[in-house]
Structure formats: C-alpha cells, structure tokens
C-alpha cells in the first residue's frame, strides 16, 4: 500500500469522525437540555480554538515530526470520543462534557491540519500533489453529502451510543495507518537548548507571515482567495434562508437544492486533477474564480430550489478547483521546511472570512426591506472583486511569460 493510499484512507476515518462529532454534539445537548442556547454555545466553541491554535498549529507542524502530530492527534481523539461516550453512557454528564469535548476536538484540529497538509510534502512525489489534493477534496465533498444522511440513520436504527462508538474506532484506525507511513526525510528541528517560548513562537509566526508575502504567487491568490470566501460565506451562511424565504422551498426541495449543491463540489474536486494539469495551478485558480463570478451573476435569476441549487453547485465546482489547484501551488513553492507555518498564516487569513461573511450577509438581510436582492448583489459584489483580481493575475502572467520569451531570445 502506498503512502497516498494509506494517507487518504486514514484521512476519510478523520473526516467522517468529525463529520459525525459536529453531529453529535448538538444532538447530545439537545436530548439533555432542548436549549437552543447550548446549541449554539457548541457551535461558538467548536470554531473559536480553531481561529486562536491555528498559527500555533502552524509552528508546530515545522517544528517537529509532522507524522507524529497527525497520530497523536488521531489517538487522542479517539480517547476523547471514548470518554464522551463513557458519559453519555454511565454519567450523565451530556452537556458539560459535550462542550469540552467541542473545544477539545476543535483545538485538536487546529495543529492537525497544518501538519496534514505538509506531511504531503514529506512523502509523495511533487508531480502527485494535484492527484493528493484532488483526493483530499473529493473526500471532504463526498462526506459532506453522505455523512449527515448516515448518522441520522445509524442514531435512528441504533443509538446515539452507536454514533459515538463508530468514532472511537474511526479515529483509532486513523492513527494506526499514519503511524505506517514512510516519510522520506524529517522535519527540521529546532536545537532543544534554543528558547521556545512565546517570543520564539510569535517570531517564527512572523517569519511564516513574511514568507507568504514575499512568494508572488501565495500572496495574490491568498488575496484572491480571501475575496472568494467573503463571498461564499455571505451567501452560504443564508443558502437555507434564500431557500425558505425567498423561493418558499419545500423540505423535499430544500433537500434537492443542497445535493445538487453537492454534486458540484464533488465534480470540481475530480475535475481540478485534468484542469490543472492543463492550464497549471496559477491559471487554473484565476480562471476558476472568473467562471464562479459567472455562476453568481446567474442567482439573480433563480426562481426555483432546483435552478438556485444548480447554480450554487456550479459556485462549488469552480470552488473546488480553486481550493486545490492554491493547495497544489503553496505546496510547490513554499520551502518544504515552513510550510507549515504558511498553512497556517494563509488558512488563518480564509478562516476569519468565514464569520465576516457570515455577519455581512445577516447585516443585508436584516437590513433592507428586500434583503435577498441585497444579498445578491453583496456577495455578487465580492466575487467581481476577486474575478477583477483573477483577470489581472491573469494579463500579469500573460504579460511576464512574453518578457521571458523576448529576454531568452
């Protein structure tokens, strides 16, 4: 078995075991309080240590052995779900527990996905990081779609308990099979008599931030890509609003939107391998953030779930392409020895997005008597924002390829 397939294998147990915690959770407080505070209490709590562990996480990873990050990480999750599990079962201590637990697993996450994006670069071929990625990407849009169906039917036919069970092994597995990974080189270590405190940590975080500007390519489509997020989030965070409000969505449509929605994330993620080879990754991420600009234009004229999902889906499609052809490049030009803590400063950048979006879409709805227009044309209007950016990264390209051509002759 290659070190992709094991890697990808165990990334599927980690992505469906997170998949099923976010479920979880909010269910376990609900059968234990029916507070719709709690709920999002969880929720809150879930994003927050990821923000604030994210650029740590990112040190990390380049600090020490990225394999031993991942394993760790899986194993003490996996003995997290166990005790969750423990307390459901035999203390009752649902709530309590379950917010821990939230915070646990989130600033878990948090060192988990730098050293999993870097450890990539540790131990398969550079012509395999697009294949790696597309990969990664199908799973996560795969899972997406099928997990949130799966649990309810596991919770429905079997328990609760049984949910939780499925995690403990998930995540065991996880750790089993990345603890078999060959890596081909280590990372680089700093000397243990060289101070390691919070003044080295904020340098080497500073150093990482310093290193993501200066590499041309990282820095316009970190640029690009935050522009892109705005927009997703803005209309995203609303997408069951424009779906119930607007549109008056039955539950059947609303259903049929969101896998239609689906369907376009996984076929960009299959897709992006093919595109990017052709056109490179530069190209590729400038072309698809034109060609999201062009599904946005089109929402102004859904009047149906059904057309709102078709289009939304195409939005995801072109996302996916973005997403792997900016993890592809990063992985290319970053010194192998720091990318971690560029992961880490770039997806700190597109985390906190997330939430700006979010709040301007709320602020638009709530605002404007017709607030779905307002949303629209908002989120439409970030996504201009990064096409204009694509379409000059794009002539600049165009522009320096023929002043290599004329300085070669």
Not at 216 to 239: D, G, P, Q, T
């Amino acid at each position: 078995m290659s070190n992709l397939t094991r890697l990808t294998c165990a990334y599927f147990a980690t992505v469906m075991s997170d998949w099923f915690y976010k479920l979880i959770i909010p269910l376990a407080i609900y059968k234990d309080t029916g507070s719709a505070l709690y709920m999002a209490m969880s929720y809150a709590i879930t994003y927050i240590p990821t923000i604030i562990f994210t650029l740590i996480g990112g040190v990390a990873a380049d600090k020490y052995d990225r394999k031993k990050i991942l394993v760790f990480g899986d194993a003490v999750c996996a003995l997290l779900s166990l005790a969750f599990l423990i307390s459901i079962t035999y203390l009752n201590l649902d709530t309590l527990f379950a917010i821990i637990f939230a915070f646990s697993m989130s600033m878990i996450s948090a060192f988990y996905i730098p050293a999993h994006q870097s450890i990539v670069t540790q131990i398969i071929d550079e012509d395999d990081y697009i294949k790696a990625n597309s990969l990664m990407r199908g799973i996560d849009n795969s899972l997406m779609v099928v997990v949130p169906t799966l649990s309810v039917l596991i919770i429905s036919t079997f328990s609760l308990n049984h949910a939780i069970a499925i995690n403990v092994f998930s995540f065991a597995f996880s750790a089993l099979l990345i603890s078999t990974i060959k890596v081909s080189y280590a990372t680089t270590h700093t000397d243990e008599t060289e101070h390691t405190g919070l003044k080295k940590v904020w340098a080497q975080i500073v150093e990482g931030f310093n290193l993501a500007v200066s590499i041309k390519e990282v820095r316009n489509l970190c640029i690009m890509f935050v522009f892109v997020n705005i927009a997703i989030s803005m209309f995203y965070s609303n997408f069951m609003y424009l779906l119930k409000e607007d549109l008056l969505a039955s539950e059947n449509e609303v259903g049929f939107a969101y896998s239609l929605a689906g369907i376009g994330a996984l076929a960009g993620s299959f897709s992006a391998r093919y595109i990017v080879k052709k056109y490179g990754e530069y190209n590729s991420v400038s072309l698809a953030a034109i060609g999201s600009m062009c599904c946005f234009a089109f929402i102004h004229f859904a009047n149906s779930a059904q057309v709102l999902g078709t289009i939304w889906g195409g939005v995801n499609f072109f996302n996916s392409i973005i997403v792997i052809a900016y993890f592809t490049l990063r992985q290319k030009v970053v010194p192998k020895e720091k990318i971690g803590i560029v992961v880490a400063v770039t997806r700190s950048m597109v985390l906190l997005c997330v939430p700006l979006g979010a709040m301007q879409g709320g602020l638009l709805i709530n605002h404007f008597d017709n607030g779905a227009d307002a949303l629209k044309l908002g989120a439409t209007g970030f996504m201009g924002i990064a096409s204009l950016l694509a379409v000059f990264m794009l002539l600049n390209q165009k522009k320096q390829a023929k002043s290599n051509i004329e300085e070669s002759a």
